[in-house]
Nanobody, 115 residues
């Protein structure tokens, strides 16, 4: 069984930064694709960033150049560094790990960008 727990969300002013963390428990972490998703009010959940088996990273066009995904296998933690935030980045952020046919999600952490 795998559990993912996100943290690091909060209220930030436009132009500010936040660092999200996703701590994993269980035997699955290293070598599996992981990603960050977000869901804004009234909208569908959307993919934000991903990191593959060999740590190749990819980003949605809307966040490329501002967000950085990384992971620390020793700490079994996935990160999302978010810089130059704007109101369109507001939403609940979720982490996901894909282990073959099994997909695990965290419970989400709220990010609100507002002045």
């Amino acid at each position: 069984q795998v559990q993912l727990v996100e943290s690091g969300g909060g209220l930030v002013q436009p132009g500010g930064s936040l660092r999200l963390s996703c701590a994993a428990s269980g035997s699955i972490f290293s070598g599996y694709p992981m990603g960050w998703y977000r869901q804004a009010p009234g909208k569908e959940r959307e993919w934000v960033a991903g990191i593959g088996r060999v740590s190749v990273t990819n980003y949605a066009d809307s966040v490329r150049g501002r967000f950085t995904i990384s992971r620390d296998s020793a700490k079994k933690t996935l990160y999302l560094q978010m810089n130059n935030l704007n109101a369109e980045d507001t939403g609940v952020y979720y982490c996901k790990i894909s282990a073959g046919l099994n997909v695990y999600w965290g419970q989400g952490t709220q990010v609100t960008v507002s002045s």
